[in-house]
């Protein structure tokens, strides 16, 4: 064996190294498109890497064999080899290069590549300096997405310096322009609320609203920068957070007017660990503000509206249950009926909406003066969000329900409802979904609920993707006789649906993970 | 000295800017840019934000890269005035050095706003860059509905009365219903039809965009629109004349969405080109065009609306001096391709400028007799 070693002289080992080097670079454009999908947040890249060594059984055994490569270039160098192979053509599933979403090579992520190679070269370089060149570059590959993450946190400081600029300027912007800011938070409903303030106030302000996915520091700053006129009048900032303070340092230089609150669930609790947590960090966003509008159905947000109340901000409590409220705003049968202080302002009007939202976003445009009648008019031309519910007919005839931007239980619950409606009389009623993320300990649970939800009411469930598979399959056979089928991706569903489904069927496409979720 | 051949100069398309037709110029430049693209592959693309910024931008980027803000990639620029190194210029990399982009014309595809109202014009007057489209003059007359009204009715030529509309007016002069229209402003966004006078002065307080200033005049249902355009190189040239039609075909009035919500703008809206006309009303129409041309110093390519009871009766509406798709749907018979078009203008650019500033006549005279400055105060 040691003859066997020794054949493998310098030469060899250098050619070993070189190519794991390149696997390693291989890896490397999968874990970085990862980190930058998921938005740079440390630990991710090592969180979906776990995730996707084990969604499949053949993933499991090729970073076994990985492993088992690393230990055995202890001694020679040939096993290396393996490591090298395994890491630069898996996991199965992710692509270095990625369909929905490719690598951006934004300016961002060409510093965290370079700090990433640095990383990497020089502990390969101490390797080889220190005579063990293949079990360093194997070592190395073996943890190239820990180095991702490592790079993240190095570059962090970096980026939060360079986010600072930009942040100046648009909170001089701000200052300058001086409009009236809404700011919107919630586990849910917040793009769909703002969506609604803004067509409520078009007509008599000019408003500026964030788009679509910029609710965090960089993109309310990006908004300012880029799109806040002049001329503006009202500010609408959606604001998300995943940690504690976020907010109240948002609220800081995008300092609100009208605070808006609209729900409390289970999202993103991989990030807070508890609801409680989710609300306190909320709840930031009421610190600086003059006017609160709370949706109270929830008992903690009523209670939130109160502590609001003693603070001495003027609250504005709206409802979907309640008609006392001083917004009610009710669905019924997909009609809207809105009241205001206790009178109807309209009665079931024939629009889909979210109606939480559409009484919160009526308590921001009261409180900014636009005059009941005039809101009662608008209501008939609200915007539905793209992707939120959205109705359509395929050339086929068959009804699809594209829900794929909703991500979180409440709406999943909302879309099966109309879902139902919508399939009463069809001989096929098909739900096609990947199941829901981000919901920390309770992801497993929540699916499964999902699954058996969707199985009451559906002919057949086709469960997306490997991430919940599990949980789905599990909820979903052990409700009603629902057919339960697997496959791997979207593509694969809608060719499933293609040739499955008839004219009058109804397919539901409750969420979509993108492709760097197994 | 000859001035810079077309084939040589380098242009630049300029689109965007702070004006609620943002999102329509994007797709009159994109347009531009790929006709131009071709034939120029050092063309250059500016993209003027909504918060005033210039950018450039990689020419053949789609207008999906610009639904968020500004594109990816895109390199800030300052617009410099004064002098002859006047033009666009970058902000310098690393090493501090600003350099100015190489550009001797400016494509003009900004509607509405600063874009259409002659400020850019003027900026680019005092950065010495050559533009197509209005001079500053031009453009603040098209833009100014109650001037441009005013000036075509004193010429003679038949327009529908339109007054400024004050908060505290007894009578117009006519009866309602009326439209009421921003004073300055884009064709179609702010526009309203109310019954009566008090719901108008009511709208002047509560609608954003008749804040600057609002128009009102009588609201006649049994007029539609009916639109030329115009092209002053090398020769005065009229297109053909088009009915544009509505998408839903109730009402009249065109709004924001049967205009620009098409796949290409202005391009793709639905119209009747050319428009059935009683020969002695297209000859009517033409001949009041060429007035119009000559009276608001039309210049590069505008499109003229004017309102038609599709008989005998037809009224001067407006000048649009940087239309939506820069009209090129228009111009059907005989068919001029996009980039001939474009070239057209790009070469009246340079051969006939908007403007040349002039110092003559300040010769030193009056400062030589001046005497101290105090001696002039007293």
Not at chain 1, 6 to 23: D, I, K, T
Not at chain 1, 68 to 76: D, E, F, N
Not at chain 2, 78 to 92: I, K, N, P, Y
């Amino acid at each position: 064996m040691t003859l066997v070693a020794a054949s493998v002289g310098h030469p060899g080992r250098a050619a070993v190294v070189a190519l794991v080097a390149v696997s390693i670079a291989v890896a490397g454009l999968r874990w970085l498109r990862v980190a930058q999908r998921e938005h740079y947040a440390t630990g991710a890249a090592s969180r979906f890497a776990l995730r996707w060594w084990t969604s499949s059984p053949l993933n499991a055994l090729a970073m076994l064999g990985a492993r088992a490569g690393l230990v055995v270039s202890v001694r020679w160098a040939l096993g290396a080899l393996a490591t090298a192979a395994v890491v630069g053509l898996g996991p199965l599933g992710l692509a270095p290069r990625g369909r929905s979403a490719p690598l951006r090579w934004t300016r961002r992520l060409r510093t965290l590549a370079v700090v990433w190679g640095a990383l990497v070269a020089g502990a390969v370089a101490g390797g080889v300096v220190a005579g063990a060149g293949p079990l360093s570059a194997a070592a190395a590959a073996v943890v190239a997405p820990a180095l991702v993450d490592l790079a993240c946190l190095l570059t962090a400081p970096l980026e939060v310096r360079l986010a600072g600029a930009h942040v100046a300027r648009a909170a001089a912007r701000l200052r300058r322009v001086h409009p009236t800011v809404v700011a919107i938070t919630g586990s849910y409903g917040k793009t769909t609320t703002k969506g609604y303030v803004a067509h409520l106030v078009a007509a008599r302000h000019a408003v500026v609203a964030t788009p679509a996915s910029f609710n965090n520091r960089a993109g309310l700053a990006r908004t300012v920068n880029e799109h806040l006129g002049e001329d503006t009048e009202v500010f609408v900032a959606e604001m998300g957070t995943y940690a504690k303070g976020e907010i109240a340092d948002l609220c800081s230089w995008v300092t609100p007017d009208i605070a808006v609150l609209t729900a409390i669930g289970p999202v993103h609790l991989e990030r807070f660990g508890s609801e409680a947590r989710v609300l306190e960090a909320k709840e930031e966003i009421f610190e600086r503000a003059a006017c609160a509008v709370v949706v109270v159905d929830d008992e903690r947000l009523a209670r939130a509206a109160d502590r609001c109340a003693g603070r001495g901000l003027k609250v504005w409590r709206v409802s979907a249950r309640r008609r006392d409220a001083d917004v009610f705003a009710g669905a019924e049968d997909g009609a809207l009926s809105v009241w205001v202080g206790g009178r109807p302002v309209a009665e079931r009007l024939p629009v889909d909406v979210r109606p939480e939202n559409v009484a919160a976003a009526v308590a921001v445009a009261l409180e900014l003066g636009v005059p009941a009648e005039e809101i009662g008019r608008l209501l008939p031309t609200l915007p539905g969000a793209p992707h939120r519910l959205e109705r359509s007919v395929s050339a086929g005839g068959v009804v699809v329900l594209d829900d794929t931007y909703n991500a979180n239980p409440a709406g999943a619950r909302v879309a099966l409802a109309t879902f139902e409606r919508a399939g009463a009389a069809a001989r096929r009623r098909v739900v096609v979904t990947p199941g829901m993320v981000e919901l920390g300990p309770r992801q497993g649970d929540e699916n499964a609920r999902f699954g058996a939800q969707a199985a009451a009411v559906a002919t057949d469930v086709v469960v997306v993707g490997r991430t919940n598979r599990r949980a789905l399959v599990r909820g979903a056979r052990h409700g009603a006789g629902a057919r339960v089928v697997t496959v791997a991706t979207r593509q694969r569903a809608t060719a499933w649906v293609r040739e499955q489904l008839g004219h009058g069927d109804v397919v539901l496409y409750e969420n979509d993970l993108p492709d760097h979720y197994p | 000295m000859d001035p810079i051949s077309a084939r040589q100069a380098r242009v630049a398309v300029v689109f965007g800017g702070p004006s609620p037709e943002h999102d329509v110029s994007i797709l009159t430049g994109l347009q531009a840019a790929r006709a131009l693209l071709e034939a120029r592959p050092g063309l250059v693309a500016l993209y003027w934000g909504k918060t005033g910024r210039f950018h450039h931008v990689d020419a053949s980027l789609e207008a999906a890269a610009f639904i968020d803000g500004v594109p990816d990639g895109a390199q800030a620029v300052r617009l410099v005035t004064g002098g002859e190194d006047g033009g666009f210029a970058t902000s310098g990399g690393r090493l501090g050095r600003s350099r100015t982009l190489p550009v001797d014309v400016v494509v003009n595809c900004c509607h509405g706003g600063p874009g259409e109202n002659g400020a850019l014009q003027g900026a680019l007057d005092l950065a010495g860059v050559a533009y197509t489209g209005p001079s500053a003059a031009g453009a603040a007359l098209g833009m100014d509905k109650l001037a441009f009204a005013g000036m075509a009715g004193a010429a003679g030529l038949p327009v529908l009365p339109r007054v400024l509309l004050r908060a505290d007016d007894e009578d117009p002069g006519f009866p309602g219903p009326y439209i009421v229209k921003p004073r300055y402003g884009g064709s179609s966004i702010g526009v309203e039809v109310v019954a009566d006078l008090g719901t108008a002065q009511a709208r002047l307080g509560a609608n954003p965009h008749l804040r600057a200033g609002a128009v009102v005049e009588p609201y006649r249902p049994d007029l539609f629109d009916l639109n030329v355009a115009v092209r002053t190189w090398p020769g005065l040239e009229l297109s053909a004349i088009e009915r544009p039609l509505r998408s839903d075909g109730g009402g009249e009035i065109l709004g924001y969405a049967d205009k620009y919500v098409g796949s290409e703008g202005m391009a793709s809206a639905p119209r009747e080109l050319p428009a059935r006309l009683p020969a002695a009303l297209a000859a009517a129409i033409a001949g009041a065009a060429r007035a119009v041309t000559e009276l608001s110093a039309a210049r590069g390519v505008a499109r003229i609306d004017f309102l038609s009871d599709g008989a005998g009766a037809f009224f001067v509406n407006e000048v649009n001096t940087v239309p939506g798709s820069l009209a090129r749907y228009l111009w059907v018979d005989p068919p001029v391709p996009f980039a001939a078009l474009l070239e057209s203008l790009i070469e009246e650019a340079l051969v006939a400028p908007a403007v040349r500033a002039s110092a003559a006549g300040a010769d030193g005279t009056v400062l030589r007799k001046a005497g101290g400055i105090a001696g002039k105060l007293a």
